[in-house]
């Protein structure tokens, strides 16, 4: 038997469908944000106009076995923290790891540090990392993926050695990508981080 419904029943259940389409992600996920967290926003700034636009922080990609996972950081305190959560909308998993520094990086006007994308050319996506504490000092970067069911690094960095830049480029590299770090504010010292199979490991160029 078909349910019929009145000409207002219609029109409330449209108006509550419609809200539900315009909720912005950080409304849609509240649940998944901690109490007293900001999710760090995607910001971008025209130099021309000096406009600056703020757009989601909250970034959807493909990690576990769901086909849709989201990704954000969040600030908590003086503490940044990445949070990924599988399959959000059925049988949500939490996974956490605290970045280092108090901002999330922009170069070229725009924030670049957190992408979340196939580097390796194998299935599922990778989520890299670019945060900082201070302009001068640079940014500290990291690339994760979820293995075992478990948030790991997968950027093989010397012993007691962070990877830092000033300028990264994500760049193709046969079926994978490689990492372009510029190592240095004048952009003449280069390390360059290759996938091999494991880990993207790093050669100086």
Do not use: C
């Amino acid at each position: 038997m078909f349910k019929v419904f009145t000409a207002q029943q219609l029109a409330l259940s449209l108006l509550v469908g419609s809200i539900a389409v315009a909720q912005a992600p950080e409304e849609r996920y509240a649940r998944f944000i901690p109490e007293k967290a900001t999710v760090q926003a995607t910001r971008s700034y025209d130099p021309e106009s000096k406009k600056e636009t703020d757009k989601t922080g909250i970034k959807f990609g493909r990690l576990g076995k769901s086909a849709q996972d989201i990704v954000f950081i969040y600030k908590l305190g003086d503490e940044l923290h990445l949070r990924i959560v599988e399959d959000p909308n059925r049988k949500p998993v939490t996974l956490d790891r605290v970045l280092p520094g108090t901002f999330v990086w922009m170069q070229d006007y725009k924030t670049n540090g957190l992408q979340v994308r196939d580097l390796d050319g194998q299935p599922g996506d990778e989520i890299l990392t670019l945060t900082a504490e201070g302009l001068s000092l640079g940014a500290y970067m990291n690339v994760f993926a979820v293995r075992n069911g478990r948030l790991e690094s997968v950027l093989e960095n010397p012993p007691a050695r962070e990877t830092r830049g000033y300028d990264f480029e994500v760049e193709p590299d046969h079926n994978a990508y490689k990492i372009v770090v510029y190592t240095d504010k004048n952009r003449s010292k280069v390390e360059t981080s290759r996938w091999n199979g494991k880990k993207f490991y790093r050669v100086k160029s």
